[in-house]
């Protein structure tokens, strides 16, 4: 029981934790970013990288230690559905990723405007993933209480 609640603990300032880091990415990627702003970028980046890896090893400790038992989630189709969306999100995160490395790299290297279309489609990614993101409570809800 008390395993259970450790993790479930985890598990959720992690989530809310990784649905800050995305917001503020949405919040620093403008036209008008700065050099500065695209360093502090990259530090949230790196952090929204480890956050989520840490919510998917969390995530698997509550399948495996869980009160319920691994068997409630692998035969679950709503489990199933919120890996898809969590690797969905994952997808969108990539080109973010990339993006964000070369402006980084243009900041540090001095003079830093970042192209209008590479800002447009960054900020594309980042609301998809918002997005996507939002169904994944929403299917958590689910699997804990249908699915199987
Ligand atoms: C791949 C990573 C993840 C795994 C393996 C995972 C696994 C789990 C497990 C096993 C539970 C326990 C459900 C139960 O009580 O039967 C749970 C609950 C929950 N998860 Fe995740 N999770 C992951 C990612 C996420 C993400 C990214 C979010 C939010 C965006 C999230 C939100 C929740 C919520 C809100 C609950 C509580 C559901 C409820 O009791 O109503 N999880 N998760």
Known sequence: MFTDLVLASAHHLLVFLLAAIIAME????RPDMS??????LSRIDAYYGATAALVLLIGIGRVLFGLKGW?????NWAFWLKMAAFVVVGLL???PTLQIR???KNADEGAF???PE???KVRGSILA???VFALIPVLAATMARYGY
């Open 26 to 29: 949405a919040v620093i990627v």
């Open 35 to 40: 050099g500065e702003g695209a360093r502090f």
């Open 71 to 75: 068997e409630a989630y692998v035969y």
């Open 93 to 95: 995160s990539i080109r």
């Open 102 to 104: 070369k402006w980084r």
């Open 113 to 115: 405007t970042p192209l």
């Open 118 to 120: 590479d800002v447009a």
């Open 129 to 131: 993933q918002i997005g």
